[in-house]
């Protein structure tokens, strides 16, 4: 059973659109794991869409935008309609191809918020290896994470902090034993050393802990708050 | 996000809303989400436009600081609404929830455009908009998820189509369908029960074509 979620701030900017690619795609992937998270992630959406969109927001607007503005959108909102309703075609139902990969003779099939991610080449060290998506993020590094049965990764602190989703097998650190789908976020003040005795594939992002968040919201949310 | 919307709540107490141009509530949404989905239906567009551009923009302008890209996610989010009304769940929740997630689908995608420099509209894959896992062992289901099974149903008279849409996409009941196109229930039956023998006809001409 899973026994590690992201905090329910985290879930909140994930249902926002307010984190990075990286950690968004960490937290869809727990929640697709999670009923629980998944439930919760529901229940947030609503109330932000009516937070925006409900009753007392439109009263809001009247009384921000005025009656000239409102008049001078109308004009233009008649522009923009004219152009969308010209489009005849409607969006076909997207296809899914489920992406898979191949290490150390066992075949992973990779969750689709990072299925169309480009991958970077596999590097090898003893009985783990690591593989870059490559996300553009600049100080935030997100990789993909295998450890063959009996690898471990060496002992290590965070200087930012570090995520780990783990995506299928099975690990144990100091503080206990892990299953696919447990999320977990580890900043300075943690060491760890996971082992696994079976084999694991893990999501892991890591980052200095200012660059989470996107767009001017962050402004708004310390990042440290929203994590911790 | 939280912070400013409250503080505008704030503001408003004691202020009596004025009366308001269009207030739908969600029943009236979803009449107009399925005559676009049916019938391309441009009035229904039009009004959900305009109930939704003032709220969309004013979400926009807390996370994007110039009135262009305010704009762009306006019409993104109304033209995926256009585009994509076929696929809306009326099941799975409202047409405000609905709305909300493609504008906040679109603003990601914006917002990592203009910080990341990718353009690869990853938010897609990160909250699906619609299920794409369609009923598995049913044959038919699964000709809906291809893509040619769209270039058949253009080729249906127009009466036809909006049944088989309503039903499959939308996952309307014959019942629902019938209250809603305003047609007796024995006429949807026969509209869809024609199109799908049409459709299966030529679905499997082709898979003949294929194997041979
Ligand atoms: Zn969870």
Redesign the interface.
Known sequence: MIRHHPKETLLKAFAGGELAASLSAAIAIHVDMCPLCQEKTAAITREQAMKSFGREALSADINSSGVDSCQQAETDYDDMIQVIVADEQIAPVPLRIPKKITLHGQEFTLPQAIANLQLGKFRHLGKLSRARLLLGEGPIHTSLLHLQPGGSVPEHTHKGYELTLLLAGEFHDEQGSYVPGDFMMLDGRHTHTPVSEQGCLCYTVVSDALHFTQGINKLLNPIAALIY | ?????GA??K??EG?K??A?PA?FDNKTLTRFVIAIALK?D?QA??SL??F????I???AA????NSEQV?EV??ET???V??????FNIDK??V??W???IM??V??DM??KV????E?N???????L?E???GEGEIFADH????HM?TCLEQLPQNQQMVVKGFY?LEMSQEQLARQLDLPLGTIKSRLRLALSKLKLQLGDDNDQASS
């Not at chain 2, 996000?1 to 919307?5: L, N, T, W």
């Not at chain 2, 807390?62 to 600081?65: D, Q």
């Open positions: 996000m939280q912070v400013i919307s505008l709540q503001n408003q202020i809303p004025i308001m207030d391309r441009k567009f039009t436009f305009k939704f551009a003032p709220k923009k004013r979400v807390t996370r994007f600081n704009n306006l019409q109304m033209a995926i256009w585009r994509k009304a076929h696929l929740g409202a405000t929830t709305v909300y997630t906040r689908n603003s990601f917002l990592r910080q990341a420099n990718k690869d990853l938010s897609d894959d990160i909250w699906p619609a794409r896992n369609i809906l998820a291809k893509k769209l996409f």
